[in-house]
């Protein structure tokens, strides 16, 4: 199996690869890349390659995408797994653009059996074994190295999502210590969690604060774009990021 995915990663790769010049152009243009030594620009290259094959990239409400669009969309989230590989995306097809920020309703049940419903103003969405949604607009905003960037954001929980939810608990490598990442990411996660409820400022987006899988989310995106804050932070958090991604943000080698 192994041997087949190989062949035929090869074969997209003679056939679709992203054009070097115009990649070189997009390295240019987002600031999160250019850490990177020539070696990781170019397997980030392969990784968007497949990225792009893979998923079918689906825009809505009008909205027009060229070359530039995707690349750029590919080149982020090709990042997170720039050690890990594209089958870390498995299990789904479609990543849906719109425009701008988009509106959603979600409905649930609570224990009484009373049925309930919630519209809310997304700039990006995952589903497990579902499409991944964003919003052109918010793409375009991540390019300010502030911790804010749509597209690692859902590229993480779709990452948490191989376990099954989005809980801030996703499958770990062989090595990790399964019992120190549930007590990193819960004392973490609590003491966050406490000062957003007691309305102090925090260095974090307080978005976090939402649920385990948000605060996964969130560290993600600090990970890679303020690695120092997060890393001043909460430095236990930082440390198995950089086990989970094998990346340490400013070098980018394997640990």
């Known amino acids: 199996m192994g041997f087949l995915r190989d062949w035929r990663h090869k074969r997209i790769l003679q056939r679709h690869a992203i054009p070097p010049q115009a990649w070189a152009g997009i390295v240019a243009e987002l600031p999160l890349l250019r850490g990177l030594e020539a070696e990781a620009i170019e397997q980030l290259r392969q990784l968007a390659t497949l990225f792009l094959y893979e998923k079918n990239l689906e825009p809505v409400q ?117 019992r120190a990442w549930q007590e990193t990411w819960l004392t973490a996660y609590e003491d966050f969690s406490h000062r957003v409820d007691d309305g102090r400022h925090t260095a974090l987006d307080p978005y976090a604060a939402e649920s385990a899988g948000e605060f996964f989310a969130v560290t993600s995106e600090y990970f890679f774009e303020m690695p120092q804050l997060l890393a001043t932070e909460y430095p236990a958090v930082y440390h198995q990021l950089t086990l989970f991604y094998r990346q340490q943000p400013g070098l980018r080698l394997p640990r």
């Open 62 to 178: 009008g909205l027009l995408v060229d070359d530039q669009m995707r690349w750029t969309i590919a080149a982020l989230a090709a990042l997170p797994i720039l050690h890990l590989g594209i089958h870390w995306y498995d299990g789904w097809r479609s990543l849906v653009l719109y425009p701008d920020e988009f509106v959603t309703r979600h409905e649930w049940m609570d224990e009484d059996g009373l049925v309930h419903s919630r519209r809310e103003i997304l700039s990006g969405e995952a589903w497990e074994r579902g499409p991944m949604v964003l919003s052109w607009a918010d793409v375009l905003e991540s390019a300010a190295l502030d911790g804010y960037n749509t597209v690692l954001h859902e590229c993480a929980h779709k990452l948490d999502l191989r376990n099954g939810s989005a809980n801030g608990q996703p499958p770990l490598h062989a090595g990790m210590d399964a």
